[in-house]
């Protein structure tokens, strides 16, 4: 067993008995697959997933979140693409590791792109073995749109089939640095809080660009974001050294991972549908603009009084990525 901040790290083995939430028919229930690390040889992690829907459809929505959030932010809109799918559908929502139930890294260095591309296609050749995929879409907010970029772009990759469809959420190959610097100053700052509601107003603070919500849509966003904690009251869930990577961030590196990104976003065949939220200060309009003029040519589709991100919480989000997905238009 390692302690890292204060906290157990008890990675298990692959083969692990796993814990399962069965819910409804339709989901979620709690899946983990094991993923090897890359920096730390013949090392694992357990990454874990929800899944929704029919653990046999051929078609395969995976949906994977943004940097500090975890795989039940998905929850609202894997439930309404149940209810509109003209198919039978698997809704699957990682939780990339070091957050939600999913290990920690033993080598927080590689909480990076790299790491995760690879866990993914761990999890696509798992669920691929379970029941085969026939058609494979990608919803990826913020990093898991990143991610979605990488796992396109890149035709090197033993994934079971193409990406046919791919939803970016607020994200593009050029990130704004203030973005960057604001989203540092907040990640990995470890809090306890005594109570939900204490944790939902800390959270409200530091996420009000996420648009309007209801309290109890703000509440369902946050339990999942929330662990107990040994000294009482709740913690955030994720391992707060996935900041390290950002904060080591210069802008000239970022400056030369945007040009690899532009390359992997140029080679991406699968049709792109780009969400922007209109006061968005990670993806610039002109970003946006000339993602839907070169590569897939994606179609931008702006949500007003909406900054990073949007959350597909509303109903008029859910509608716009359900009618992408299920549009019987090649």
Not at 134 to 139: G, I, N, P, S, T
Not at 217 to 225: K, S
């Amino acid at each position: 067993m390692q302690v890292r901040n204060g906290l157990d790290y008890r990675p298990r083995p692959p083969g692990a008995a796993d814990t399962k939430m069965t819910m409804t028919l339709n989901g979620p229930t709690l899946e983990h697959v094991a993923c090897a690390d890359l920096m730390v040889a013949g090392a694992t992690h357990r990454m874990a997933y929800t899944q929704w829907g029919d653990a046999q459809a051929a078609h395969v929505v995976v949906c994977v979140h943004g940097l500090s959030r975890q795989g039940r932010d998905f929850d609202a809109l894997a439930l309404a693409l149940l209810e509109q799918a003209p198919a039978p559908l698997r809704v699957v929502c990682p939780d990339i590791v070091g957050r939600g139930g999913s290990d920690w890294l033993l080598d927080p260095r590689a909480y990076q792109l790299p790491q995760y591309v690879s866990d993914l296609v761990t999890l696509l050749d798992a669920l691929h073995r379970q029941a085969p995929i026939a058609v494979l879409d990608w919803v990826g907010t913020s990093m898991g749109g990143l991610i979605g970029m990488a796992v396109c772009g890149r035709h090197d990759l033993p994934l079971p089939v193409a990406v046919r469809r791919l939803v970016l959420n607020d994200v593009g190959p050029a990130v704004q640095w203030a973005a960057i610097e604001r989203i540092a100053q907040y990640l990995g700052r470890g809090s306890r809080f005594a109570t939900l509601d204490e944790a939902a107003d800390a959270l409200w603070a530091i996420s009000s660009s996420f648009g309007p919500h209801s309290r109890a849509q703000w509440l369902d966003l946050c339990r999942p974001m929330l662990r107990p904690d040994p000294l009482g009251g709740y913690r955030l869930h994720y391992d707060p050294a996935i900041a390290l990577p950002l904060r080591a961030l210069t802008p000239e590196a970022a400056a030369a991972a945007e040009a690899v990104m532009w390359a992997l976003f140029d080679a991406i065949e699968a049709r792109t549908l780009l969400l922007r939220g209109a006061d968005s200060d990670l993806l610039s309009r002109e970003t946006a603009q000339a993602m839907g003029e070169r590569g897939p040519r994606a179609r931008c589709v702006e949500f007003a009084g909406v900054g990073h991100a949007p959350t597909l919480v509303a109903d008029d989000q859910r509608a716009v990525v359900s009618g992408f997905l299920f549009d019987p238009e090649p």
